[in-house]
C-alpha cells in the first residue's frame, strides 16, 4: 500500500484492501505498478455488498440515524445539501457513514482532520484520492498537486471533479451496456467526507478554513458533489468572522443502557455468562461514560477476574453461582472505576520538578524512610481544595441528607444514631449498598454545590477573603460578587483539569449538572492538608 494512505484512517484503508495489492515477485515491477494504478472502481468502500438489514443490525440504537441519513443522501445521481453529522466521542459516527456508502456503493474520498493536521495535508489528501493519484516510489512519495492556498484548493478541486464526474459518467454508460459487476460504483455523484472536522479550529488561520470548507458547496456549484461534515462538538461551537451556511445537522445520541449491552453481547462465545457480568458492571460503569472504547477497556480485565471461579467457561452459570461470581468481582469494581477513569495529577499539572522531587526523597531518608503521603504532589488554592471537597461530598451524599450532614454542629457523627437493627434491616442495607455501589458517583447542581462550600467553610472558619485579601491587599465593596466570580473560576479550573465533569442540563431544572471524578484517597489527601473532618460529612451506610 502505497504512502499516500497515511492522512486516511484504519477505516479508510479498508476500501483501499479491495484493489490488488502489491505481492508480486520483485522482478516483475512493470507488471506491479500497472497493478497498483488506481481507478473510480477504488473509491467505493468495498467490493462487497451490505444489505439494509445487515447495515441497521450492525450498529444497535442507530436506526433511527441510519435511515435519516440515507434519506439525506437521496435517490442515485440525486443533489443533496451538506450535512454535519455529530455527537459525543465513540457513538458510531464514522462507522456508520462508512458503512451506509458501502450499502450504497457509491464513490467518496474521506479525510480524517487527525491524520490531516494541517490544511495543506488534507487538501492534498482530497485532491490525490480525487486524481486517482497513488505516492510511492515511482513517483518521489509526493502528491499529485502541491496545494497549500484555499483559492489553488477549489480551482484545483473544482478540475479533478470535473473529470472524476466526466469519467464516472462513461463507467456508467459502460455499465448500463455490459452485464452488472459488484466492483463498479453506482452514480455519478461524488461525495467528500471531512471526520474529526473540530479539530480544524486548533488550526493557524482556521477562521477562514472553516468558512471555506462550509461554503466549499456554494462556491463550487456542481451539483454531482456531496459535502459530509463529521464533528464531536455541534455547529453553535464554530465561530467565523465572514460566517457560512450551515449545514443540515444529524445529531448521533449517547448509546442508552440497552444499546450498549446489545454492542457487548456481539460475538461472544458464552452469551449467558457475559450476560451475567454484565448485569454486574454496564450500570455502574455507565453512569459514568457511554464511550464503547473506554467501557470495552474497562471490562476485559474485569471479566478475566470475573471467570477466575468458573470451571467451565461454556456453561451457563446458576444462581448461586452467580451469587459466588458477584461476591467475588465487587471488590474490583469500585477499583476499577477509579483506575480507568481517573487522570492521574502527574500528567495534568507539571508543578514539581525534578529537584523538587529529589529534595523530597532526601527529606524522607532522613525521617526513617517515611514518605508524606498525606501531602498532594501539585498545586492548588485553598478555595480549589474546599470546591473539591464539596463536589465529592455532593457526588456521594444522597441530597436529601444535606439539612442533617451540613448542619450548625458542623455535621454529624454516624456512629452516635447507630441502633441495634434486625436481620432484615440489614438485608436492607447489603441491598443499598451494593445499589450504591452499582450507580457510581452522582451528579449535583450548581446551586447544591455552592451551598455545602458555603456550609463547610462556615464551619471550618475559612473565609475566602482572606485569599482574595492577600492577593489583592485591601478588599473593596462589591467583594461578594468578586467572591463568586472566584469560585465560579476556580470551579472552571477543576472542570479543565477533570477532577469535576460538567453533564448535560436536566429537562425538569434547566439547570447544568456536575459530577466528582476523583478518588476518596485523593480526597482524603486533600482533607488532611486542610485539617479537615472529611469522615464527619462522608455519609456511609
Keep these: ?277 454484565l448485569d454486574l458492571v454496564l450500570r455502574p460503569f455507565s453512569r459514568i461514560t457511554r464511550r464503547v472504547d473506554e467501557l470495552s477497556n474497562a471490562f476485559a480485565p474485569l471479566f478475566k477476574k470475573y471467570c477466575e471461579p468458573v470451571v467451565d467457561l461454556g456453561a451457563g452459570p446458576s444462581e448461586d453461582m452467580k451469587r459466588k461470581l458477584f461476591s467475588h468481582l465487587k471488590p474490583f469494581i469500585s477499583q476499577s472505576l477509579n483506575e480507568t477513569f481517573n487522570v492521574p495529577s502527574q500528567s495534568l499539572l507539571k508543578a514539581s520538578s525534578n529537584k523538587e522531587r529529589n529534595t523530597r526523597k532526601s527529606i524522607a531518608k532522613k525521617l526513617g524512610g517515611c514518605e508524606m503521603l498525606d501531602e498532594i504532589d501539585f498545586h492548588m488554592s485553598t478555595s480549589a481544595k474546599y470546591l473539591l471537597i464539596c463536589a465529592f461530598l455532593a457526588s456521594r451524599n444522597p441530597a436529601t441528607l444535606d439539612a442533617s450532614l451540613f448542619d450548625s454542629t458542623g455535621g454529624c457523627d454516624n456512629r452516635k444514631k447507630k441502633r441495634k437493627v434486625s436481620e432484615r434491616s440489614m438485608e436492607q442495607k447489603d441491598s443499598k449498598e451494593q445499589e450504591l455501589l452499582m450507580k457510581g458517583p452522582g451528579s449535583f447542581p450548581l446551586e447544591r454545590l455552592l451551598a455545602i462550600f458555603q456550609c463547610i467553610t462556615t464551619v ?43 453533564g448535560g442540563s436536566c429537562p425538569l431544572e434547566g439547570s447544568t449538572r456536575y459530577r466528582s471524578t476523583v478518588s476518596e484517597d485523593m480526597v482524603l489527601k486533600v482533607a488532611r492538608s486542610l485539617k479537615f473532618p472529611l469522615s464527619k460529612y462522608l455519609y456511609r451506610k
Design 460 to 502: 471550618a472558619d475559612y473565609s475566602p477573603d482572606d485569599e482574595e485579601q492577600e492577593n489583592v491587599g485591601v478588599g473593596a465593596e462589591g467583594s461578594d460578587s468578586g467572591l463568586m466570580s472566584d469560585i465560579l473560576l476556580q470551579l472552571s479550573s477543576l472542570c479543565s483539569a477533570n477532577f469535576i465533569t460538567k
Design 1 to 277: 500500500m502505497g504512502k499516500d494512505e497515511t492522512p486516511k484512517s484504519n477505516r479508510r484503508s479498508t476500501r483501499q484492501s479491495s484493489t490488488p495489492n502489491s505481492k508480486a515477485p520483485p522482478d516483475s515491477s512493470k507488471a506491479a505498478n500497472q497493478l497498483k494504478s488506481l481507478s473510480v472502481n477504488d473509491l467505493v468502500f468495498s467490493t462487497e455488498t451490505l444489505s439494509l438489514d445487515d447495515l441497521i443490525g450492525s450498529f444497535p440504537g442507530r436506526r433511527s440515524q441510519i435511515l435519516e441519513l440515507i434519506k439525506l443522501l437521496g435517490p442515485l445521481d440525486s443533489p443533496m445539501m451538506p450535512l454535519f453529522v455529530y455527537g459525543g466521542s465513540s457513538t458510531g459516527k464514522t462507522s456508520t457513514i462508512l458503512q451506509i456508502f458501502k450499502h450504497l456503493n457509491r464513490p467518496f474520498a474521506y479525510s480524517s482532520c487527525i491524520s490531516c493536521y494541517s490544511p495543506r495535508i488534507m487538501f492534498e489528501s482530497i485532491l490525490n484520492q480525487l486524481l486517482l493519484h497513488r505516492r510511492n516510489e515511482s513517483c518521489g512519495y509526493l502528491s499529485a498537486k502541491r496545494c497549500e492556498k484555499p483559492s489553488d484548493f477549489v480551482n484545483l478541486l473544482r478540475e479533478a471533479l470535473s473529470g472524476l464526474v466526466d469519467s464516472l459518467k462513461g463507467n456508467n454508460v459502460g455499465k448500463s451496456n455490459s452485464k452488472k459487476s459488484p466492483t463498479q460504483v453506482n452514480g455519478r455523484m461524488v461525495y467528500l467526507i471531512f471526520d474529526n472536522i473540530e479539530l480544524v479550529r486548533e488550526w493557524d488561520k482556521s477562521s477562514s478554513i472553516i468558512p471555506l470548507l462550509f461554503n466549499l458547496y456554494d462556491i463550487l456549484k456542481m451539483t454531482e458533489v456531496g459535502l459530509i461534515f463529521v464533528s464531536k462538538t455541534s455547529l453553535d461551537t464554530f465561530e467565523s468572522d465572514t460566517g457560512y451556511a450551515e449545514p443540515f445537522p444529524v445529531y448521533f445520541p449517547d448509546y442508552t443502557e440497552d444499546d450498549l449491552r446489545q454492542i457487548f453481547m456481539k460475538k461472544q462465545e458464552n452469551p449467558k455468562l457475559y450476560s451475567s457480568f
